[in-house]
């Protein structure tokens, strides 16, 4: 069979995803077995994989759903907790001190807070804590997820202390024994190369995120009153790309996101309370109130006005159980403490699960899921919580956990059954190899343009940056040397795309909306990431033609001109926003005079 139409055959499970999910915005419980029966009609049919190693690859995949849920469940307990304790008016009380502008709220937690959370565990973490705290705070749900996913780019390279790198990466170029003998030198190179490729296109992810929260669920569905915060989100912006970028060139990959976000949350919570670059109180920006919001914005799950029975939580108090999870998590992540090893001594094995050769496995006192419930418990005595409401939060949870099982005990299995396609009696590498084989053979010296996609399209499926790097590292290092350019850029953009493609990643989608209650609405949610991915993707893929072509083609070739439009479209709309802004502005009594 030809490259082209193996190309095109692994992209139907894909096709499937967009046109019933994205498209037809049916539901993910009704979109991902349409998506699963097509990956298995293609497993057995055409890559003519054995029946039992499709079925291995589908339990695997539901062991893996079953972790997701536990990770939901324990993120949703928590909130509740502190909702039930009163704790999570305390903390609303302290952004509202801070500010009580909705653009300066999400950027601090999401984009800075988020940032920090995704360096210290990863794997769809920051979602899981940041977008119930915004939906605490008073955010539409479907507002919170949407922050809660555009977010996970720029940090997403160097989550869970480095894991993407040190395991994607580093594991899937040693498969070549042949490209050096210190592989672990080669990934900190190419996680310095990740790093500058992520801060360029970093800079304008929190005027995205404020931008997009402003055009879909503000009163005046405007980009305008987004943009104004311009000045704060660049702040934002650079507090957290700066370290993270010097971390990442002079020591390496496992702390770029930790250090940077915990750096970047520091350095804007001082300067927002002395009012640095904060909005005017007369131009304070929230949503409307909760009965004008479209239904479509607001999940199943309630947030309730509880003041703690003493009347008065101290902020330090609230917000413990927040430092907790950071410090926990950090604890647990550093190979450095015996901490890891202990937590991970205990795991739970499916090995060779119809002698297919693939094991399911995980590790539950490793899982993030149990640091959440772990916390919960220790907030229980923490606020002083009466065992009435402690019970309330558990079962609640619990029914909202349920609620999300349908839709990921299809799409993880899919993506096990595409990731698993290899070794059939056709002869065919993996689904994901054969479509990124067709997309080589169209775009020649133009791939560094693609490479950031593959990236994407591997995260999409997988739902992970680490298995896209693991999955296209290799193969994306040997199209950069067949091209004669520095290899290494190729295998970094391969790495920022495949942290980009997080903010559309269906499973990941699920999962933050399964948090919230929003299940559902999964399509509606991907519709409005898929420009910032785009943005993300082409932005560094364009960087990354400049550099590796430099050489032969100078600073004026196609890549330079593209970043530098992207560049100047950014420049153009913040200069000429006060104008569109001024329009907003007018009022109705002008507006009725100019009418007559």
């Known amino acids: 069979m030809s490259t082209g139409m193996l190309a095109f055959l692994s992209l139907l499970p894909i096709l499937a995803v967009a046109i019933f999910l994205v498209g037809l915005r049916w539901s993910a419980s009704k979109a991902m077995p349409i998506s699963y029966l097509v990956a298995i009609a293609l497993a057995l049919f055409v890559w003519q994989i054995p029946g039992a190693n499709v079925a291995a690859a589908s339990i695997n995949g539901l062991v893996v ?16 907790t502190l909702q039930e304790s009163g704790g999570i008016k305390t903390i609303r009380r302290g952004f509202t001190d801070i500010s009580p502008d909705r653009r300066v709220q999400v950027i601090i937690i999401a984009w ?11 794997f769809g973490t920051p979602a899981a804590v940041a977008v119930p705290l915004l939906v605490g705070l008073g955010f539409p749900a479907m507002a919170a997820v949407v922050a809660g996913m555009v977010i996970q780019s720029t940090p997403v390279s ?5 894991t993407p790198m040190l395991v994607g990466i580093q594991t899937g170029l040693s498969a070549d024994a042949g490209i050096t003998d210190n592989f672990l030198a080669l990934v ?30 503000g009163k005046n569905k405007s980009f305008t009153e987004g943009v104004k915060m311009w000045k704060f989100a660049l702040f934002a912006a650079f507090a957290m790309t700066i370290p993270y970028v010097l971390v990442a060139n002079l020591l390496g990959p496992e702390f770029p996101s930790l250090i940077g ?15 640095f670059l904060m909005p005017a109180e007369h131009e304070t920006w929230d949503f409307e109130e909760k009965s004008k919001w479209d239904p479509e914005w607001i999940g199943k799950l309630e947030i309730k006005e509880v003041t703690h029975k003493s009347g008065n939580m101290t902020m330090m108090r609230a917000w413990t159980p927040y430092i907790l999870i950071g410090v926990f998590l950090v604890l647990t ?4 403490l015996p901490v890891m090893g202990w937590l991970q001594s205990w795991t739970v094995q499916f090995e060779n699960i119809f002698d297919s050769g693939i094991t399911a496995s995980f590790q539950p006192l490793y899982l993030p899921g149990t640091i959440f419930i772990l916390v919960s418990l220790i907030t229980y005595f923490l606020h002083g919580m009466d065992t009435k409401s402690y019970k309330r939060a558990w079962v609640q949870s619990g029914k909202t956990m349920i609620a999300a099982s349908t839709a990921l005990v299809f799409t993880v299995p899919m993506v096990q059954v595409f990731l698993n396609s290899g070794g059939g009696a056709a002869g065919y590498d993996q689904m994901p190899i054969e479509l990124a084989n067709g997309v080589v053979a169209l775009a020649g010296d133009y791939w560094p343009f693609f490479s950031t996609f593959i990236g994407g399209i591997g995260a999409f499926i997988a739902g992970s940056n680490t298995v896209s790097n693991m999955m296209f590292a290799l193969f994306q290092y040997d199209v950069g040397s067949q091209m004669g350019v520095n290899a290494t850029w190729i295998v970094a953009l391969q790495a920022v795309g495949g942290a980009a493609g997080n903010m559309i990643c269906v499973h990941n989608v699920v999962a933050a909306s ?15 990431t898929l420009f910032p991915f785009f943005y993300y993707a082409l932005l560094t893929g364009s960087v990354g033609y400049s550099i590796v072509w430099y050489a032969e083609k100078g600073l004026f070739n196609l ?4 970043a530098a439009l992207i560049a100047f479209a950014a420049i153009y709309i913040i200069a000429t926003n006060k104008k569109r802004a001024n329009s907003l502005s007018v009022t109705p009594q002008k507006e009725i005079r100019v009418a007559k």
């Open 65 to 80: 759903a079953g972790t997701l849920l536990f990770i939901i469940f324990g993120a949703i307990l928590l909130l509740n």
């Open 112 to 122: 800075l807070f988020g940032s920090f959370i995704e360096g210290s565990a990863g």
């Open 158 to 162: 160097f989550g869970a202390v480095g």
């Open 188 to 217: 900190t190179v190419i996680g310095g190369q990740v790093a500058i490729l992520h801060m360029i296109a970093g800079t304008l992810i929190p005027l995205f995120v404020v931008a997009l929260m402003t055009k879909f669920f």
């Open 261 to 275: 976000g915990l750096v970047g949350l520091t350095v804007v919570v001082l300067a927002s309370k002395r009012g």
């Open 333 to 336: 992540r550093l190979t450095a």
């Open 514 to 528: 399964a948090v919230v209650g929003l299940v559902g609405k999964e399509g509606a949610i991907i519709r409005k």
């Open 559 to 562: 890549g330079s001109f593209i």
